[in-house]
T-cell receptor
Framework: NAGVTQTPKFQVLKTGQSMTLQCAQD?????MSWYRQDPGMGLRLIHY???????DQGEVPNGYNVSRSTTEDFPLRLLSAAPSQTSVYFC??????????????FGSGTRLTVV | AQTVTQSQPEMSVQEAETVTLSCTYD???????LFWYKQPPSRQMILVIR??????QNATENRFSVNFQKAAKSFSLKISDSQLGDAAMYFC???????????????FGKGTKLSVIP
């Protein structure tokens, strides 16, 4: 099925552990991004990429790394997990129709708990 | 920086009735896009409707329509003939139209939880 695929759907980490959230899209979208959703906060942008090899920081980048080696994949790495990173993470993508105001396609989210 | 405010944390509506969700935003830009997203319990983010600020005509998508008041910086969502499947969290979002730094970022409100009463 075409769309944005995120794995895993659920994850529990211990403080200090590292992990990678995977995101893949098969729509040949140039733009990809990571958001986190916290209760009462809406969604906030962590990092984004406008094409392979190009990434930039969003509103809340601290504690996260990204890379974009292919058009399809945009993994999010937590370097040393902290309880403050407990959240639901969404990957989203769009074609350059983004510049024309078209919407984003979101993945189904990853619920991460850091204990 | 742009901000998006949804002043109604929770709303409820009787099935088949009409409900309006409020959204206001603050920006110094003159050209931008506005969106409403629906998030059902499945957690999936679903685009409901979008509005281009340079268009005066209000967007409509079947039972969903918006009331876009640019001068008042208001962007409300009206759901007509509400159905049980409309129960969800609804997020209003803003994006500037100009290219450049920050132009790809969606700024979200905190959401309104809509309940539909049978």
């Amino acid at each position: 099925n075409a769309g944005v695929t995120q794995t895993p759907k659920f994850q529990v980490l211990k403080t200090g552990q590292s992990m990678t959230l995977q995101c893949a899209q098969d729509m040949n979208h140039e733009y990809m991004s990571w958001y986190r959703q916290d209760p009462g906060m809406g969604l906030r942008l962590i990092h984004y990429s406008v094409g392979a090899g190009i990434t930039d920081q969003g509103e809340v980048p601290n504690g996260y790394n990204v890379s974009r080696s292919t058009t399809e994949d945009f993994p999010l790495r937590l370097l040393s997990a902290a309880p403050s990173q407990t959240s639901v993470y969404f990957c989203a993508s769009s074609s350059h129709g983004l510049l024309k105001g078209y919407g984003y396609t979101f993945g189904s989210g990853t619920r991460l708990t850091v204990v | 920086a742009q901000t998006v405010t949804q002043s109604q944390p929770e709303m409820s509506v009787q099935e088949a009735e009409t409900v309006t969700l409020s959204c206001t935003y603050d920006t110094s830009e003159s050209d931008y896009y506005l969106f409403w997203y629906k998030q059902p319990p499945s957690r999936q983010m679903i685009l409901v409707i979008r509005q281009e600020a340079y268009k005066q005509q209000n967007a409509t998508e079947n039972r969903f329509s918006v009331n876009f008041q640019k001068a008042a910086k208001s962007f409300s969502l009206k759901i007509s003939d509400s159905q049980l499947g409309d129960a969800a969290m609804y997020f209003c979002a803003y994006r500037r139209r100009q290219s450049g730094a920050g132009s790809y970022q969606l700024t979200f409100g905190k959401g309104t939880k809509l309940s539909v009463i049978p």
